[in-house]
């Protein structure tokens, strides 16, 4: 029994930082209609960045808000200059899929340019324990759950109750008739990438400080985690992706423990392979869900 | 050997192998539209394969690596054993493709499989040896004793092997059959809807290009002696797409340039340059980079590649006067025996179909007459597109059955309709734009032979007599609908009119005896509407049956002998049209719709 | 019935010389539209004319290469369309006019995303009087209702900003033929006679030049025709001009 809660624990931690990344890269998605493979080299880029901060002694509130506030503006950087070009020169789907999986080369290898190949190891750091319902996560880990939490409802009151959020909702579904409402799409749009930056920034930060060890390919194994996350809570939906990090941490840390910790992986793998043949609208899709995001038309 | 010689011998095999496998991914992703993000896994299976073919057990190694298998074949046979596995391999890859997926989730999730594949591999070590991966794999030239004369043999034994793989290539990636596949890429449904076994052809596509990916990988193997997981990473099928994106996509002339200049110069080139500085993986990450760059350099610029998609050429010369169109044109097929002598073509009983909770179609019962223009209408919601989506197989029913010609084909897949002779058109024009007009037609000609596997063997010599029949029919054709002054214009840039009348065209050279059109004349011009009115009378007359959905009540009017009217999901009325006019309730369900 | 037989006067809407197209590609040329007030245009022709571009130029969906749009005596050529919004334009697309995966009200509101909560309310009270049967819908998703029903939450969701020209773009595409009538009717000409500025593309020519106060016939990117709508109905060479068109049109 206590295996079993200890590794719910483990997986509430993971899911946390897998829901954080998520949320961003299926918000991302439904602005965009694009699968943003760079995601991944984006997330990498931020954890060797939050890496940098922190052991040089900065504050780990501090280098959480400028790591995103470095990637929010990356992130707008990518979509102004790269991804909405190349889709207005009407680049299809797998084109822009190849695009982003280019420009994610691009960065991680000037990442290992810059950083040298070598892994990093600095998680280890984080270890006083904290006991309680017999869970035990380290600090950080509850740090990190607290954030994910704070910024999850963020987000929510952001797309319910703000004004920027409801043209946020109504862009992402229509954009000519959000335009016709008035809305400025492309500031909305500016906005989204703003903010999703924001929390892939947090996500690679907490990524770099939950992990143990890590190298350049870091956000590559994890975007498959947030992937697998996004599609199962149906992709477009940040609501879904919350809970899908959720589950997919849960279950690869079961995969972990009762299997192999190096078969970890392949569990996160499979629940996305998996959803993809059976639903790939995922387990909560909204009444009517748009089409334009599943079928191959 | 000199230094250079052998970095010559290594350029050449490794260009040689590379093109092997970037001809295989071109064909699978650049001539029929599968975005098999995991093409690297079947090279590495191939190498796999090869390798405990020929390394013997693993005991008798050292015992310092562990593998399954360790047979020691005949290399020529370990080699073709290596395509055979990567052929079922693809094949079995190809299957998780039916879910008909956005091509991008596709990709991704061949991605994930080859990222998987990677871990799994890594952490069974007992499978074939895991990360620290296999060595001492036996050279299949080794007889010829090492240096000059076994690596130069070597060349001569890759590019030889190019060669044959290339005469392979080209009954598959050109002729018709490179058309029916790049028919399919264009449009998967519309594909479907004449008969062609999409599925299968998938299946078949990658078994080929599987096949491809494992000879290159056991050729590779075989000159490098060791394998390991580090050398088939995702990012090495990235360059291949990079090599087919910047060569040319769908041309294997383009992929050979490509193959030159990415694979080869690039990946492989700068390996061979000094090491800069302290950082080991600064060159190659550099190179990596710079395939970056271009990829992307020419999406946005000339995402065609060097050398494009080239426009085929007819080789049909051109008859000086139109032949006897009417008769030679339309070939309505003999009535199949009918297991029941109703004159009905088509029966449909209770179909039922909800979206989300709402009943699209709700025990909706109709049929159509042998030799009838029958019409479908009904207000907006009524059904009328889910029905037809029934009938034609593209939309599954809850409940209810179909019959068609005395057959119930309720469960059957659409193009097995198509092929029994039920045949539709779209709502929206679906053409197969990147081929020609005539192209279009001639796709759709059933049961051709240069569409079977004998036909891929053969050669022109099978089907040539065959498709010069069928082009002329399609040039009839074309004559009948005025529209041959476009037959070698690509579809694509067909206007919205043309492309609707090509929709059409397509859908009777497909040899239908029951035609389901669906809102043909929307954004017809008049005149345009006319003349296909026209040749729907005259394939009536000639034995068609015609199932019509439609809003426009003059066209209605003009061709359609009953009227079946749709309100809600059901069938409210079937009959006459100017008895339905009259009829009031007709009139209050069509407004009150 | 219509009123003007006379050229629209003061245009609330029009264009001078505009030219425009895609990339570089022109499909419209030299075009002069004017719409006033109280009054509705339509703007007909065979397939491919470039009717529905001549729209999209107008309200910054196309790319315009030369010529005016003037909206009040005021220059707003190549403004983008949720300029025109605040400007006084309403917006009802062709076919993919709502917001497929929210309700009834929801759509409404989010036509008065630039007013505040009070006048929001008020104004989606006022459009539930012009369509009274939207009352009864409100918390259904549109996404499940008929055609004619969604295009009515698209035509409300256009008027929640109470514009003064109000522009569709083939609003009877793919609806019954009941509907067409009714749809014309009951929200472009009615929203005419309320005093808007009404233009209209239609693919439906006969019955919106029965409706229409003045019409354009546009063939081949130009205007072949400006003249009072019944004159064209009544006119059998128009009925070559714009009804035929060949294959390669």
Not at chain 2, 465 to 493: C, Y
Not at chain 2, 533 to 549: F, K, N, T, Y
Not at chain 3, 66 to 89: F, N, S, Y
């Amino acid at each position: 029994m206590g295996v079993i809660v200890q590794t719910i624990g483990f997986g509430i931690a993971a899911g946390a930082v897998i829901s954080l990344g998520a949320v961003g890269f299926t918000v991302q998605f439904g602005i965009s209609n694009v699968l943003n493979i760079t995601y991944g080299a984006f997330m990498t880029l931020a954890a060797y960045l939050g890496y940098a901060l922190l052991s040089r002694g900065l504050d780990v509130w501090i280098t959480l808000a400028v790591v995103g506030l470095a990637l929010a503006v990356a992130s707008l950087l990518f979509n102004r200059v790269f991804l909405a070009p190349l889709q207005r020169r009407g680049a299809g789907f797998v084109s822009l899929v190849i695009g982003t999986v280019a420009a994610g080369i691009i960065l991680q290898g000037a990442i290992v340019i810059l950083v040298g190949p070598g892994a990093i190891t600095y998680g280890a750091q984080f270890d006083t324990t904290v006991s309680g319902l017999g869970f035990d996560f380290t600090v950080a880990q509850l740090v990190i759950i607290g954030l994910a939490l704070a910024l999850m409802l963020g987000l929510h009151v952001l797309l319910t109750r703000t004004k920027i959020g409801r043209a946020m909702r109504a862009t992402s579904n229509n954009p000519t008739v959000a335009r016709a409402c008035g809305i400025r799409t492309s500031r909305i749009t500016d906005v989204t990438w703003l903010l999703t930056g924001f929390l892939c920034g947090t996500a690679g930060v907490a990524l770099a400080v939950t992990t143990v060890t890590f190298d350049f390919n870091l956000g590559s194994t994890f975007l498959i985690y947030m992937i697998a996350a996004a599609v199962l809570g149906g992709i477009g939906q940040p609501y879904g992706a919350m809970i899908g990090g959720l589950v997919v941490g849960i279950a690869s840390q079961f995969g972990a423990a009762y299997w192999s910790p190096a078969y970890q992986d392949v569990v996160a793998f499979s629940i996305l392979i998996a959803m993809l043949l059976i639903r790939p609208r995922g387990l909560f899709a909204a009444a009517g869900v748009n089409r334009r995001n599943l079928s191959a038309a | 050997m000199s230094g250079w010689e052998y970095y010559a011998v290594v350029l050449l095999v490794y260009f040689a192998t590379f093109l092997i496998s970037a001809w295989g991914l071109n064909l699978e992703f650049g001539v029929a539209g599968i975005p098999n993000f995991a093409y690297i896994v079947l090279v590495a299976a191939g190498a796999y394969t090869y390798s405990v073919l020929t390394l013997g057990p693993s005991s008798g190694n050292g015992g310092f690596q562990r593998y399954v298998l360790g047979a020691t074949l005949p290399y020529p046979l370990a080699i073709v054993c290596a395509g055979a596995v990567s052929a079922v391999l693809g094949a079995v890859i190809g299957i998780t493709g039916l879910k008909r997926l956005r091509p991008d989730y596709q990709a991704m999730a061949m991605l994930v499989v080859s990222i998987t594949a990677t871990t799994i591999v890594i952490a069974d070590v007992g499978l074939v040896n895991g990360s620290a991966g296999l060595a001492l794999i036996p050279n299949p030239l080794h007889s010829l004793g090492g240096g000059s004369r076994q690596a130069w043999g070597y060349v001569g034994m890759v590019f030889g092997v190019c060669a044959l793989v290339y005469v392979v290539l080209r009954r598959f990636s050109s002729g018709p059959f490179g058309r029916l596949l790049r028919a399919m890429r264009d449009d998967e449904d519309a594909a479907l809807a004449i008969g062609k076994n999409v599925v299968a052809l998938r299946i078949a596509v990658q078994a080929v290009g599987g096949a491809m990916a494992g000879l290159s990988g056991a050729l590779l193997v075989g000159f490098i002696g060791g394998w390991s997981p580090s050398a088939w990473l995702f990012i090495e099928t990235m360059a291949l797409l990079t090599a087919i994106i910047v060569g040319g996509m769908g041309n294997d002339w383009g992929v050979v340039a490509g193959t030159l200049i990415v694979p080869t110069l690039i990946v492989q080139g700068v390996q061979f340059l000094p090491t800069v500085g302290g950082n080991p993986e600064l060159i190659p990450q550099l190179g990596w980079m710079i395939l970056g760059l271009l990829t992307i350099a020419f999406l946005f610029f000339r995402p065609s590649g060097l050398i494009p998609e080239r426009r085929p050429v007819s080789r049909v010369a051109l008859p000086a006067a139109a032949p006897a169109v009417r008769t030679a044109t339309f070939r309505v097929p003999e009535a199949r025996a009918a297991a029941d002598a109703s004159d009905e073509i088509l029966r449909v009983e209770g179909i039922r179909r909800e979206f989300g909770g709402v009943r699209a179609v709700d025990g909706a019962t109709f049929g159509v007459a042998r030799g009838s223009i029958t019409g479908l209408i009904g207000p907006n919601g009524a059904g009328k597109s889910t029905a037809l989506g029934i009938v034609s197989g593209f939309v599954r029913a809850t409940g209810g059955s179909v019959r068609f010609d005395g057959v119930d084909i309720t469960a059957r897949p659409p193009h097995r309709r198509a092929r029994r002779g039920l045949v539709r058109t779209f709502q929206l024009p679906r053409e197969f734009g990147s081929l020609t007009t005539l192209e279009n037609l001639v796709v759709a000609a059933p049961h051709a032979r240069s569409e079977s596997a004998l036909g891929v063997l053969g050669g022109r010599r099978y089907w040539g007599r065959e498709e010069r029949e069928i082009t002329e029919r399609a040039r009839a054709l074309l004559v009948l609908f005025q529209m041959e002054d476009k037959a070698f214009e690509r579809a694509r840039q067909l206007s919205g009119g043309q492309k609707r009348m090509l929709e059409v065209m397509r859908a009777v050279m497909a040899e239908p005896s029951l035609l389901l059109l669906d809102e043909p004349t929307a954004g017809l011009s008049p005149m345009l509407t006319e003349r296909l009115g026209d040749a729907c009378l005259e394939l009536r007359d000639r034995g068609l049956s015609i199932l019509l959905v439609e809003h426009e009540l003059d066209t209605i009017d003009r061709l359609c002998d009953t009227v079946v009217v749709m309100v809600q999901g059901k069938v409210f009325a079937q009959g006459a049209m100017e008895d339905l006019r009259r009829s009031r309730e007709v009139q209050e369900a069509y407004i009150a719709g | 019935m219509p009123a003007e037989a006379a050229a629209p006067s003061i245009p609330a809407l029009e264009t001078r010389g505009l030219t425009a197209g895609y990339g570089d590609v022109e499909v419209i040329r030299e075009i002069d539209v004017a719409v006033s007030e109280r009054s509705l245009v339509s703007i007909v022709g065979p397939n491919g004319a470039g009717k529905s571009t001549l729209l999209k130029a107008i309200l910054g969906l196309a790319n315009v290469m030369g010529g005016e749009v003037v909206l009040d005596g005021v220059d707003v050529t190549r403004k983008p369309l949720e300029q025109l919004v605040r400007l006084g334009i309403g917006y009802v697309p062709q076919v993919d006019d709502i917001f497929e995966t929210l309700r009834v009200h929801e759509n409404l509101e989010m036509g008065g995303y630039l007013l505040d909560k009070r006048a929001r309310a008020e104004r989606v009270e006022e459009v539930l009087d012009i369509f009274p049967v939207l009352r009864s819908h409100l918390r259904r998703y549109v996404g499940t209702m008929s055609g004619g029903e969604r295009k009515m939450v698209a035509v409300g969701r256009a008027l929640m900003l109470a514009p003064r020209v109000i522009v569709f773009d083939e609003p009877t595409a793919g609806l019954a033929p009941a509907l067409v009538r009714s749809v014309l009717e009951d929200q472009a000409r009615a929203l005419a006679d309320r005093g808007k500025a009404v233009l209209l593309v239609e693919q439906r020519a006969h019955v919106a030049l029965e409706l229409s106060d003045w019409a354009y016939v546009l063939v081949g990117g130009r205007i072949a025709r400006a003249a009072p709508a019944a004159e064209i109905l009544a006119d059998p060479e128009m009925g070559e001009v714009f009804l035929g068109g060949s294959v390669r049109a």
